[in-house]
Structure formats: C-alpha cells, structure tokens
C-alpha cells in the first residue's frame, strides 16, 4: 500500500454562529474531498477545518461564494463568531431570545472580524459565555445585552461594560470595539468604553442588575433526544475529532431528504441536528447503523475540550479516559481541558496544564476554576509540577470535592416527612417492668431531653425504673 499524501493546506470555514444548512455543509464535503480530504474537524469556534492535500482556488472560491461563507487557507487572520443557537430549544433559554433573533444579529455582521466575537444565552450551559474578545451576552431584558470585553494584554477577567446594548446596535459596538483597540489607540478598557460612547449612536439602558452565570452542571449532548411535539434532536460526536467525509456527505443528505433545515456546530467539536421527525426516526436509525456510528459515549469522554489538530493532547486524553474509566467514578457535569501552549482560551471546570522543564521531563499543573464554573474564569492551582502517573488520581480527588461541594440543601418532602415522624413516635418497652421510654418526652431523671430517638441513647442506658439495661427494651409501636 503506497505512503499517504501529507496534508499541505488546511482551510478554515467560517460557520457563522455554528449554524449551516445540510445543503451548504453537502457543497463544502463535495469540495474537501475533490481536494483529495478523506475527513473534516471541527474547531473550538464552531468553524470547520479542511486538511486538504492540494489547493483549488477556483473551487474553493466558487463553492463559498455560493454559499456566503468566509474562508481562510493556513492563516488566522480572521475570526468566527461563536453563538449559543446550538442550545436553543434543548437547553434553558431566556423567553425572548428565539431563533430569529440569533438569526438578525449574525446576519447584521457583514464584515469579517479580526476578534473573537461571542452572541450567548446566559441560561445555557453548552457554549461559554466569555471565551470573545467581544462577548454580547443576553440579559432578561428584552432585545438589550450585556457587553463584556477580555483582552489578555489588558486583564484576563472579563470587563463589563456598564450599559446594557440594544439588538439592532451590537453591530456598531463590535466594530468600534475592533477599529480602536487593532489601531493601538487604547490599551484600557475605560477608554474602549469612551470612545464606543463617544462615537456610536446606540440605544442603550443601564445595566440594573448583574449577570447570573449559568449552573455548574455540564449538559450531555450525544445522542437520539427529545426536542418538542413530534421532534427530535441528534447529537453526534468522534472522540479522534476526525468526521469521515463519506459517513457526514450520507447525513446531510438525509437531512435533506426528510426537510432538517440546519445543523448547529458545538464547541465541544460536536454537532447537533434539530427538527427530526418521530416518522423519519427509523431511517436515522438505519444509517447511524450503517456507518457504525456510536451514540451513547460516556459524560468522561465527551466533556474534553482539546486544541484542534493537538494529537500530543488527543493522545493524553485517551490515557486520562481509560485510567479514570478503570477508576469507575463519575465526572457527569464537569468539564477538562488539556492545555499544551499558551494560545487556548480555557472555559472547563478542570485543566490539565503542560509544563516542559526540559527536553527530558515534562510535569503538569491541575487547575480547577472557582466553584468549578467554567465561567468564572477565575482559576485555583489544585497540584502544580506533578508527574503524569499520579494525574489520574488527584482527577479523582477533585471530582470527588466537586460532588462534596453541589448544593443538595432541597427542603424535606412532604412524604419523607410523614416518615420520619413516624419513626420518632416509636414507643420503647421495657420487657422485666413495662415502663415505657416515649420519644416525645426523653427521660429527664436521666438528662435525656425530650425529642430524642431510642436508636441515639448511649449502649449503657438503663431502664429508670428496673435498673434493665437498654436491650431489655422492645418496641412498643
């Protein structure tokens, strides 16, 4: 068998909001495999990677012209604009933030933005809030936004701008945003704020009340679910990040074929199909057995989020699963990052930070983030210089302190009520005199108080009356 071409362009498909038609991502699969691609990944930003073997200008520019779609070839100038619309419909959802309007605001960005552009649900808890240097985040207030800035040569943490923006006036902050902070002009967020002030005309109200970050808990977002009425939603992930042209060409046809009008991208390197009818489940069925397709990984294999196109940090997190899965304990709701280089936004409850003393010897940091909430940004050293031998364990460790820490403090049923005052008006006897030890009333010659169970009297009580000790006592009713 002859050697296989190396790859020598990756092209970067800008998917908007992580949202396109079955029918745009065909034309781009058809694309990537004329370009000699065997398979696609996705990127952190909801965007598409091609690893082609040869460039065609002409085609690639033909097919993304067709369908409005912005592309680059082995360079980063340019940015995607991440949403949460992948959420929409399966995850908590402010009421007014509906499909329409993820549509209107991503449709208002007709320039190509040189920074990380974020338009987020604050309710959901699948895409992060902040990992933009623009972050439009969705107040409770109809049509208006939170605006958070985070640019790392000024301050890691997210800078909130202190007015909420109109809907229809993102737009125009986002680009005097860009313009002022790519020209130099400013290297503080007061003065970004002054001049977005200063200059662009917006509708705006000031900011009432403070942002509530989504739950801790982490969503699964695999396999055959429920959406509404007589719909369905798919979710469908490959742990090596690598999509197999052919087995994804074969779904968007059948989405075509049964009328799924979009695919949502995740930044989990994932992606999601809404709208599938209970009619048509029995054909998904058939193919994603076709293809072998699995649809049920593990919560501990799905919530990684890894560099694109790092195999030292996929490698890793193939050991880190197979030991954690010998371990048999749950990571269900948190969330890991392997961070390999300084250029990754981190936004997981738990990071596994590469540390290279030399050539020879490589250790790790484990970080977690403050109430392992990804969104808080602030983050915790947990160990620092440690082997890769014992990552396993203290993995295990902080799993088990974030299961310790979960606020389990529900108020007590009705029923469990019921039965636990059941259990307390237990009446004691004692078998040799009769006399009754009574719950309700303890034994105050002995400095029992009242309320106090049978079961919590010390081993060396004694009947008050007969001397008898506690194991002459049976239970009365």
Known sequence: MGKKKEVKELVRVFVKGGIISPGDFLKVLIVAEKLGAEYIHFGSRQDILLPVKEQDQVSLEQTFQSIRTEYEINTFNYQNIS???????????????????YHYVLDSFDYRPQLRINVVDSSQSLVPLFTGQINFVASNQENFWYVYLRFRNIEETPWQMPLLVY???????????EKHYLDGSVDNYQDLFRHVSETTQMNTQPVTEDLVLPETHFPYYEGMNRLRDDKNWLGLYWRSNEYRISTLQAIMKRCIDTEVGKVSLTPWKSFIIKGISDKDLIGWEKLMGKFGMNLRHSALELNWHLPALDREALELKFYLVRELDKQDISTYGLTFTIKTSDDITLFTSIVI????????????????????????????????????SVLTSLIV?????????????????????????????????????????D???????????????????????????????????????
Not at 167 to 177: F, M, P, W
Not at 366 to 371: G, R, T
Not at 412 to 426: A, G, L, T, Y
Not at 447 to 471: E, R, V
Request: charged share 20%; glycine share 2%; hydrophobic share 30%.
């Open 167 to 177: 809907t229809e006036d993102l737009v125009k902050v986002a680009q005097t945003v």
């Open 397 to 437: 460790e902080l799993s088990q302190m974030y299961f310790d820490n979960l606020d389990d403090s529900s108020p007590e049923s009705h029923k469990v009520k019921q039965i636990n005052d059941q259990i307390s008006d237990r009446v004691y006897q004692c078998s040799h005199c009769l006399t009754l030890y």
């Open 353 to 388: 930070e590469k540390h290279t003393i030399s050539p020879e010897t490589t250790t790790y940091n484990i970080l977690y983030s403050k109430n392992f909430n990804a969104n808080e940004i602030e983050y915790r050293t947990y160990a620092a210089d440690v082997p890769k």
């Open 83 to 101: 949403s949460s619309y992948v959420s929409q419909d399966i995850l908590p959802s402010k009421a007014w933030l509906v499909s329409h309007i």
């Open 439 to 477: 719950p309700t009333y303890g034994d105050p010659k002995a400095n029992i108080l009242s309320g106090t169970l049978f079961g919590d009297l010390h081993k060396d009580y004694c009947c008050p009356t007969c001397g008898a000790d506690k194991s002459a006592f049976a239970l009365l009713r």
